[in-house]
């Protein structure tokens, strides 16, 4: 039974845990959900940036299925190949694997087109911990001062995924990684995104940088970009700025990466924890319209 709080938004039942930022969906299968409940389910994702659906019990076959009714699918990361053959868009998050956690990021932001959305769903969970935090990236610009959020929006930042994912695709995948978006990943090279972002389908303005990926802000000196990224840092992980989900078996988390940060507790000791995501293709990130943006020089 849904709890008092949950309120019926069009085909769902949402039980929502910040004004516009975490909601819990109620009474949902969503092997079995009818076209009408997936789109206000892809509306709702746009519009709470993360939603959590208890008791579904999906495979990976209804996850992949799931990800292609939401939007189009990516291969399973630009470097870590997925959980088989028949599952390649599937990119396992395991601790015995050194599953990526302790660590704030948006997914894949380096690379041109950064994923639109991830879905991930519980397959093993320790007895205690292994939660996940998402901080919202919208509230996050919105809360700055007006002076830095003018600041912010003529910044642009380099991302680099080479520090957490360059040895895997040396050492374990030999210099070729995955087919991603047409192209195959045989180095990771840094690229630039604004920092903050314009949402392609709300026009809200988020605070587009993560300490997993963002190395530096182009154009400015290295004391300059560090002290900017450690204030950027500090205030998006702001607790007001959260909503964290404490996993049960059959639990599925869905995220829009445009405008969310996210966090894995890593603090179950040697307890297993596997979880499997699948991730939307997305678009390159838009800025503010700002003719005196600074962006790194070639090289
Ligand atoms: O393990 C988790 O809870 C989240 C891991 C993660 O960063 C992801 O799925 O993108
Ligand atoms: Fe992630």
Do not use: C
Request: hydrophobic share 40%; glycine share 8%; proline share 6%.
């Amino acid at each position: 039974m849904s709890p008092l709080s949950a309120v019926p938004a069009g085909p769902l039942t949402l039980e929502v845990l910040g004004p516009r930022f975490g909601t819990l969906v109620h009474d949902l299968d969503l092997a079995t959900a009818d076209d009408v409940q997936v789109s206000a389910v892809r509306a709702a994702l746009t519009e709470y940036k993360v939603l959590f659906f208890r008791n579904q019990g999906l495979n990976p076959d209804q996850q992949i299925r799931l990800g292609n009714r939401m939007g189009d699918l990516t291969a399973s990361h630009p470097v870590v190949p997925g959980i088989d053959e028949a599952h390649s868009e599937i990119y396992a998050l395991d601790s015995a694997d050194d599953g990526y956690a302790d660590v704030w990021h948006t997914d894949v932001t380096f690379v041109k087109r950064p994923p639109l959305g991830s879905i991930l769903r519980a397959v093993i969970l320790p007895p205690t911990g292994g939660d996940t935090s998402w901080a919202d990236l919208e509230l996050a610009y919105a809360s700055l001062s007006p002076a830095v959020q003018r600041l912010a929006d003529e910044l642009t930042a380099v991302h680099d995924g080479s520090k957490d994912f360059g040895y895997y695709l040396a050492q374990r995948r030999q210099g070729r990684g995955s087919d991603w978006e047409g192209e195959t990943f045989t180095a990771l090279e840094e690229v630039q995104h604004p920092v903050v972002r314009v949402h392609p389908e709300t026009g809200r303005r988020s605070l587009f940088v993560n300490p997993g990926f963002t190395t530096r802000i182009a154009g400015v000196s290295d004391a300059e970009s560090r002290h900017l990224l450690d204030l950027f840092f500090a205030h998006l992980t702001k607790p007001e700025h959260l909503v964290r989900h404490r996993w049960a078996e059959g639990d599925v988390a869905m995220w829009d990466n445009r405008a969310t940060a996210h966090y894995a507790n890593r603090d179950y000791g040697d307890a297993r924890r596997v979880m499997h995501r699948v991730t939307l293709r997305g678009d390159a990130p838009v800025g503010v319209e700002a003719p005196d943006r600074q962006v790194a020089s070639a090289g």
